[in-house]
Antibody
């Protein structure tokens, strides 16, 4: 069964760039599917950030599009998130996921706090 | 952007009772709707997709219905492990914009 694991800094300073990586195991990203990022501020609901196909085609949440880049490395079998110019409002648990329209596979999530 | 509205925000029920959760879309999403369960400290778990198809391993007490703009998740007899937050999710614009509802907390 496919497994996903997020990694990256748990603390980012305001105005800097948040960078996370999702390592995928038991499935080759190059085999297909969309892969994406979803976040959840503490005590709040879920927000889709964006998705990427194994070919590199991307879709982003319009509200974050100007600050988000999602990339994929099929050789390393991982995909990454970059979110620029972060503020306290970007503090959240960030989940990576495999998307099949619905989302059957999720990482465990990683908390990223934006604070000086 | 399609807005998903869930009601009620909190549902207080007793074990063994039936729970009915609602999700409304601001415009039709056909049957392109999923439901998730999230327990504290855990990632969401897919329960239902295609509005009414149970995901692998999901007990039969969970059922989904609806199409267009009105959807319902029913838990026929609540078990202790079912007390959690439930989210609906539309993917009608797939692979474009995906949106989630604000969630319904099912509590004792």
């Amino acid at each position: 069964q496919v497994q996903l694991q997020e990694s990256g800094p748990g603390l980012v300073k305001p105005s800097e760039t948040l960078s996370l990586t999702c390592s995928v195991s038991a499935f080759s990203i190059s085999s297909g599917y969309y892969w994406g990022w979803i976040r959840q501020p503490p005590g709040k609901g879920l927000e889709w950030i964006g998705s990427i196909y194994h070919s590199g085609s991307t879709n982003y949440n319009p509200s974050l599009k100007s600050r988000v880049t999602i990339s994929v490395d099929t050789f390393k079998n991982h995909f990454s998130l970059m979110l620029t110019s972060v503020t306290a409002a970007d503090t959240a648990v960030y989940y990576c996921a495999r998307l099949e329209r619905q989302v059957p596979y999720w990482g465990q999530g990683t908390l990223v706090t934006v604070s000086s | 952007e399609i807005v998903m509205t869930q009601s009620p925000a909190t549902l207080s029920v007793s074990p063994g009772e039936r729970a009915t959760l609602s999700c409304r879309a601001s415009q039709s999403v056909s049957s392109n709707l999923a439901w998730y369960q999230q327990r504290p400290g855990q990632a969401p778990r897919l329960l239902i997709y295609g509005a009414s198809t149970r995901a692998t391993g999901i007990p039969a007490r969970f059922s989904g219905s609806g199409s267009g703009t009105e959807f319902t998740l029913t838990i026929s007899s609540l078990q202790s492990e079912d007390f959690a937050v439930y989210y609906c999710h539309q993917y009608n614009d797939w692979p474009g914009t995906l949106t989630f509802g604000g969630g319904t907390k099912v509590e004792i």
